[in-house]
C-alpha cells in the first residue's frame, strides 16, 4: 500500500520554444501512480525545462499535461503546483525563515493551518527527514545535505500527489549525496510518483521504474532501467552512457 | 594667538552657545525629528510603490517609475522644496486654512527621499535569487504572495545599509525647511541655530546645530556598519556536520 496519496502524471507532445531556441521538441513522458521516473541526458537536453512545464512553471507552446488523466491546463496554475512538489539543485530554502518556518509557510498561507498545527505539522515533516532538532535554525547554518533534505520536507508538507527532482544531488558535496539519495528511495518505494532528473546513474538504474533519455529537446530512449543501461539501441545513449559511466 | 582667540571667540562663545541650546532642545529638536522621521516613513512606502513598479511587467508602471525617479533624483533638493513649497503651499492653505509650510516640507523631502528609497529598495529586490521565486511558485504561492512572503523580505534586508544612509540624508536636508518660512514654534535646529547667529553676530550656535546633527546622524552611520557587518557575518550560531554523512565523511578523511 502506498503512504502516499500519489496520483499519475502525463505529459503529451509537448512544445516549447524560447524565441528561435526550440527547447522541447514534442516530449511524451507517462509516469504511473506511484511509480518512478528517471529523466537523463547531457546538460542543456531540456529535462529541467520538462519539469518546469510540467508544473507550469513555463507554460508550454503546444501539448498537454494530465494529472490523473484530466488536462490541467485550464486549471489555477498556482492550485496545480500546489500538487506537485518540487526539489531544485540549488535546495532554494529561504534564508531570512527558520528552517520550520521553511516548512510550514505554505501551510498556513495555503493551507490555512493556525501557527500552532502548521509547526506541528512541519515538525513531523522534519522528523521524517531527520531534522527536527534543526528546527529553529536558519538554513544558512545547516550542511548543503541537511537543506536539501529541508527542501524535501518541504515539498512534502504540502502532501503532494508527484514529487519532481531538479537535479537535487549535483550541488552537494559528494560525501552528503548518499543521505539525500536515500531519503528520495525512500519515497519512491513508499509510493510516491516521482520524476527524477539526475546525473546519478546509480539511482536511475536501482531505484527507478523506467529511465528516459534526452537529448536535444527530444526523447531518444525510454524503457525500464535494465534495457537502458545494458543494452542501449541508439548511438546517442550508448554515447552518452560511456561518458557518464 | 590672535588668530586662535578670533577663532575661539566666533565659533566656541559658551555663552552664546548655551542660551541656544535649551531652545534647541524644547523647538529644535523636536522639529527636526518630526520632519525626519514622517517624510522617511512616507519615503520608504512611496519607495517600495516605485520599487514594484519597477520591476512590475507592465509597461506603463516601468516607465512611470522611470521616469518619476529620473526627475526627482537629478533635481537639487533647495529647489524641489521651493517649487512644492511655494507652488502648493497656497493650494494647501486655501483648502485646510493651515499656514504650516511643514506638510508641504515634508511632501518634498518624501518625494525626493521616495525617489532613492525606490531605486535602493529595487536594487535590493533585483539581486534576490530567482530560484526563490521559483521555490516560492513551486509550492503553490501566486506572483503577488511570492513577492510579498519571500523576495522583498529578503531584498530589504540586503538593503538596509543603504536605506539607513537614506535616513541620514533626510535628516540633514529637514534642515532647507527654513526656505519656506517658519514661524517660532515651527523652527527646527538649523533655524535656530541660524537665527541666534544672526542676533548674537557670533556663529557658536551653528556650531551647536551641528553638535545636534552628529548627535543624531553619527550613532546612525554606526547602525549601519554594525548591520552591514551582521549581514556579512550572519548570527553566530554553531555549524555542525551533517550526521548522516558523517559516517561516510569519516571514512573520506582518513
Do not use: C
Not at chain 1, 107 to 120: G, T, Y
Not at chain 1, 131 to 143: G, I, Q, W, Y
Amino acid at each position: 500500500m502506498s503512504e502516499f496519496a500519489s496520483g499519475t502524471l502525463s505529459a503529451k507532445n509537448i512544445h516549447l520554444s524560447f524565441g528561435s531556441n526550440h527547447v522541447l521538441r514534442g516530449i511524451d513522458l507517462h509516469v504511473p501512480q506511484g511509480t518512478t521516473a528517471s529523466v537523463i541526458g547531457p546538460s542543456g537536453s531540456g529535462k529541467s525545462t520538462l519539469l518546469r512545464v510540467m508544473n507550469r512553471l513555463i507554460e508550454p507552446d503546444q501539448g498537454d499535461i494530465l494529472l490523473d488523466g484530466r488536462s490541467v491546463l485550464k486549471d489555477n496554475p498556482d492550485e496545480l503546483r500546489r500538487r506537485i512538489g518540487m526539489v531544485f539543485q540549488q535546495f532554494n530554502l529561504f534564508p531570512h525563515k527558520t528552517v520550520e518556518e521553511n516548512v510550514s509557510l505554505a501551510l498556513r498561507k495555503l493551507r490555512k493551518l493556525s501557527k500552532e498545527q502548521a509547526r506541528s505539522e512541519a515538525l513531523e515533516q522534519l522528523d521524517l527527514v531527520g531534522l527536527k532538532h534543526k528546527a529553529d535554525s536558519r538554513p544558512a547554518n545547516l550542511s548543503g545535505g541537511q537543506q536539501q533534505r529541508v527542501a524535501i520536507a518541504r515539498a512534502l508538507a504540502m502532501k503532494p500527489e508527484v514529487m519532481f527532482f531538479d537535479e537535487a544531488t549535483s550541488a552537494l558535496d559528494p560525501e552528503l549525496v548518499k543521505g539525500v539519495l536515500a531519503l528520495m528511495t525512500d519515497l519512491a518505494k513508499g509510493g510516491m510518483t516521482m520524476v527524477v532528473v539526475t546525473h546519478e546513474m546509480g539511482f536511475s538504474r536501482n531505484v527507478s521504474d523506467a529511465v528516459t533519455f534526452m537529448d536535444a529537446g527530444v526523447v531518444v530512449e525510454s524503457g525500464p532501467p535494465e534495457q537502458i543501461f545494458t543494452e542501449p539501441r541508439t548511438d546517442r545513449l550508448k554515447g552518452f552512457l560511456a561518458d557518464v559511466l | 594667538m590672535d588668530i586662535l582667540k578670533q577663532l575661539a571667540d566666533t565659533f566656541l562663545d559658551w555663552k552664546a552657545m548655551g542660551e541656544v541650546i535649551p531652545k534647541m532642545f524644547a523647538v529644535g529638536l523636536p522639529n527636526t525629528l518630526v520632519l525626519a522621521i514622517i517624510s522617511g516613513i512616507i519615503g520608504t512606502a512611496l519607495g517600495m510603490l516605485l520599487a514594484l513598479m519597477g520591476i512590475s511587467r507592465n509597461a506603463a508602471a516601468r516607465w512611470i517609475a522611470r521616469i518619476y525617479t529620473d526627475v526627482l533624483r537629478g533635481l537639487p533638493p533647495v529647489l524641489t522644496i521651493l517649487v512644492i513649497g511655494f507652488g502648493f503651499g497656497p493650494i494647501i492653505r486655501e483648502l485646510t486654512g493651515s499656514t504650516s509650510p511643514y506638510p508641504m516640507a515634508i511632501a518634498a523631502l518624501s518625494l525626493m527621499s521616495g525617489a532613492y528609497i525606490g531605486e535602493i529598495f529595487r536594487s535590493g529586490i533585483q539581486s534576490v535569487d530567482k530560484g526563490q521565486l521559483e521555490a516560492s511558485r513551486a509550492l503553490g504561492f501566486g506572483y503577488g504572495a511570492s513577492m510579498r512572503l519571500v523576495v522583498v523580505p529578503q531584498g530589504i534586508r540586503r538593503v538596509l545599509p543603504a536605506l539607513v544612509n537614506q535616513f541620514i540624508a533626510l535628516i540633514k536636508e529637514s534642515s532647507l525647511v527654513f526656505l519656506l518660512g517658519l514661524l517660532a514654534s515651527e523652527r527646527e535646529i538649523f533655524q535656530i541655530g541660524k537665527d541666534a547667529a544672526a542676533t548674537t553676530g557670533n556663529l557658536s550656535p551653528y556650531v551647536a546645530a551641528a553638535v545636534f546633527y552628529l548627535v543624531l546622524t553619527i550613532p546612525l552611520t554606526h547602525f549601519v556598519n554594525w548591520i552591514d557587518a551582521r549581514l556579512r557575518t550572519g548570527r553566530p550560531e554553531k555549524k555542525e556536520p551533517d550526521e548522516a554523512a558523517a559516517v561516510v565523511g569519516k571514512g573520506a578523511q582518513a
